[in-house]
């Protein structure tokens, strides 16, 4: 049961994704990051009135650590998404389980571990052979920062994804994680617009200002589903089941954007899913004991 959540998750993301798509032609990457906080703060705010729940926490600092690593992945995709097309963004955002098997490959060289690495190291290039089938067509469209920015997304994904599940298993509520998120956000957003852009409402055209309520809604959505899955469900099969954001970005990066990607870009994509879910399952196997697979 918990990795449908995980599902709804992803289609809560991927609907988030589209809504980005279309603001980002009016508003800058802070910007984006600072309303889709402030509505988030709002909306989890009524939810954790509604549920009795409190907001106070005795990890303050484990909050901070994923709140700051979590909006650094937040910007990155944001950025990603509007000059990358849906499909690609996403899918370099989801590159985050390939992340966590190279820290744990890298973590059990670093130390001495005797555990068989061999099929993870093999996993791991395959993700990153994926990485650069998919970036090519953008480097002949003079869109390879975005797709760097886009691949540091899914880097801090892996880290903050981690630290869900830490926070999880000490017992923090999914409501007052996401809230904190929230929080950061929104911080992290006003300060940005500081030395960046602040767009006047009155220049923005409606059907792109129409998204900013949205997405935050959305993205609480996904950050409540996404924590519920990691907190309560058996991780292997919780980060599986978030490939499934690949498929619904797919569709609707052709049936709303009409975007082109090549047929190297689209067996990219899909290099970078399989590896991604195979890591997952040979961390599963070879490494019970990392965090990435604690449950």
Known sequence: MQALWMVLASFWFALMAVGIKYASNSFGTFELVFYRGIVSIIFMGIVVRARGATL????PMMHMWRSFI???SLGSWFYAIAHLPLATAMT???MSGVWVAAFVVGGALLYGKNQPQGALIGTVLMGFT?????????MDQNQLFAGVVGLLSGLAAALAYMQVTALGKIGEPEERTVFYFSVGSAVVGAAGMLFTQFTPWSS???QDAAWVVP?????SLGQWCMTRAYSQGATLVVASMQYAGIVFAVFFSLALFGDHITPTGWAGIAVIVTSGILATVLRSRALPDTPAEEH
Do not use: F, K, S
């Not at 106070?56 to 990890?59: H, Q």
């Not at 994926?130 to 953008?138: C, I, S």
């Not at 997405?215 to 993205?219: E, K, P, V």
């Open 56 to 59: 106070r926490t005795p990890v």
């Open 70 to 72: 979590g909006v650094i």
């Open 92 to 94: 370099l955002n989801y």
């Open 130 to 138: 994926g990485v650069v089938m998919t970036l090519r067509p953008t």
């Open 204 to 206: 923005v055209a409606w």
């Open 215 to 219: 997405i935050g809604i959305l993205a």
